[in-house]
């Protein structure tokens, strides 16, 4: 028996959970994997209803859940912060959840944006840590309001936090380097010898007090991983070559901030935002992990239709192998690869095409049940 | 009369400034200009033979020049930091170059990675902050080396330092909407209304201090500016549209680290390293500004004629403006532009062809006298 609890959040959260959730019901019933779910209510909604963000009630249900699936949370009418700082941080941190999984694959049927290049050579990972860095909400103000103001901002990062941080990524090198993680391409990167490799992506150069940090931990760790190949790009040029050679990377660690930048950049690698999955885990499983699309609440085309439910699909991929089910996560998986790559297939207008949510998700467990 | 300091610097810095120089000089001659030059010997070699990284004495003789042309910095022997910290940002910041200015522009003849987009999509000018932030290197260690080390990096951001990196971005977009600034393209895009627009692009809602201070500043300073149009993005969607929709920026005001990121996916968007030009700014002219290209000191090229000169010529072309002699830096960018749409002019490597450093900068040379 595992809990879900379900934060379907703010504009197109609710479209995309609905079909992420239609496909974990089918897939709990067929295996028996015994899921429930529990719906939570939160985000703007409630936020602009109450004046509430978290309460400490709702958190309490949330700790004992197995997994959260949230859709996405922000709205226009909310201030900047309050809702990423007070509901989404604060579970990320709360919970313990200090590796946020960021799989960057680009699967056959799915255009990328960048010339000449295709599945064979988008298919990375990224793992972001969670818990730290800029986003520990360290800072002030001097002066504030005056001609004299400062402001500052804080980086802290702990040798455990960065550590457990990187063994993960050097863990999961490991297991791309057995197998294909990942379904849709051949094996033939893995016999070129481009498995096996992590990427620390920092900005050892400036940044000499936190990834002086950062720099030792990756040597020591790497050093405990003789079998697995490791470099170093500065976060400038790792962005540069995200674009222009995507291949040279299998799994890159980095720090939270730059893990932001980069998966973003990396989304669009993948068809953009649609289809880019991403979980906030906590690896030991004392708190729950938290699984969610990359994409944001889209006010913009809320209600429409038009949202791409691929990216919470792929999410419930990540929620499965979590909760110890991998062959009903490779069946997600290997039924969005199915559908993305049959022309006839329905497609939401981010890919080119005109079928709704709700067709793409009932397309995607169709494919799931006549596998 | 103006003198330039010129450090050629490393790795690939003297082969690209020699032609820059070679350039200034005829352009000197040709139009009375008045230009000296005077040699600075700083860089790898300088600190690996003698110890010294910036000598009082050198950065006297640098603070008495008009402008420095610097090559590239960087040599895989000397530790990370120590020369970017002691030589590269010590410059920028001890000479308040508070604005580092990097135009974003794709010229005719140059290959994007990007699909389907051209010169008329990718014109921007990222104005990036370069005196503050995580830049001005505050942080520290407790309990280094032990398993309860903490690191921490400040991002320190003034009021009036953010102000005045926002009043120069605005001006320059009103400069940018009356006037072609970059040669090259038509004026439809003007036309279209796509000038006069600045982006902020931050992260207000997770750096809730410092990125408050910028949000406040660019609101504030916006009102003084009722013609521009103002809009604001999250680093990491900017990210994502710098390569989506190049076209819905026109300038980019930024904090100095999320400005070294996303200039280098702009030189990318603009076809590359070889052609990325930098200026750092002391708009007030207190102190010598610093004109380079983006790239660094590229040591796999180095000695083999492979390096492109374009990103330091273009560069050139922003030490013109910036010393006042507009007319020779339109020059020296619409020869760069003959160049570069021209098939038969020679190209280096990185821009599909098999010319040498020199045989480009010459042919720009030509491009200018034979105007
Ligand atoms: C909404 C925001 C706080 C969040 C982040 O910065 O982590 C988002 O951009 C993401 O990447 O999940
Ligand atoms: C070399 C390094 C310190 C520098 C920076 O980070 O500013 C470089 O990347 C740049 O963009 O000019």
Not at 202 to 226: C, G, I, Q, S
């Amino acid at each position: 028996m595992a809990t879900i609890g379900v934060i379907p959040g703010d504009g197109v959260g609710p479209e995309v959970i609905r079909e992420a959730v239609a496909i974990l019901e089918d897939l709990g019933a067929a295996r028996g994997l015994g899921l429930d779910f529990a719906p939570v209510d939160l985000g703007s909604d409630r936020y602009l209803r109450t004046g509430e963000v978290l309460p400490e009630s709702v958190q309490q249900e949330l700790s004992r859940c197995d997994a959260i699936l949230l859709g996405a949370i922000g709205d226009p009418r909310v201030p900047p912060g309050v809702l990423e700082k007070g509901l989404l941080l604060r579970l990320r941190f709360d919970f313990q959840q200090y590796i946020n999984l960021r799989p960057v694959q680009l699967f056959p049927g799915v255009e990328t944006p960048i010339k000449g290049k295709g599945p064979e050579q988008i298919d990375l990972v990224v793992v972001r840590e969670n818990n730290e860095d800029l986003y520990v909400g360290a800072g002030g103000f001097t002066r504030k309001g005056t001609p004299e103001e400062v402001a500052i901002q804080t980086s802290i990062n702990t040798r455990a936090g960065v550590e457990r941080c990187l063994r993960y990524a050097f863990d999961l090198a490991g297991r791309r380097a057995q197998a294909r993680v990942f379904p849709g391409l051949s094996d033939a990167d893995r016999a070129a010898g481009k498995r096996g490799l992590v990427s620390l992506v920092a900005k050892t150069n400036v940044l000499t007090f936190a990834h002086d940090l950062w720099d030792r931990a990756f040597r020591e760790v790497a050093a405990d991983y003789p079998a697995i190949k490791t470099d170093y790009h500065h976060v400038d040029a790792c962005c540069m070559r995200l674009v222009v050679s995507p291949e040279r990377y299998d799994v890159i660690v980095t720090t939270n901030m730059f893990g932001d930048i980069i998966t973003d950049l990396g989304a669009v690698l993948q068809g953009g935002m649609g289809v880019a999955a991403s979980g906030n885990l906590n690896p030991e499983r004392t708190y729950p992990s938290m699984f969610e699309p990359v994409h944001g609440s889209a006010p913009d085309i809320a209600g429409t239709g038009k949202a791409n439910p691929i990216a919470a699909i792929l999410s419930i991929g990540l929620l499965l192998d979590h909760l110890g089910s991998p062959d009903a996560a490779a069946d997600v998986r290997s039924a969005v690869a199915r559908v993305l790559a049959d022309p006839g297939a329905p497609k939401t207008p981010d890919l080119g095409g005109t079928a709704t949510t709700s067709e793409v998700g009932r397309a995607v467990r169709e494919a799931i049940a006549a596998k």
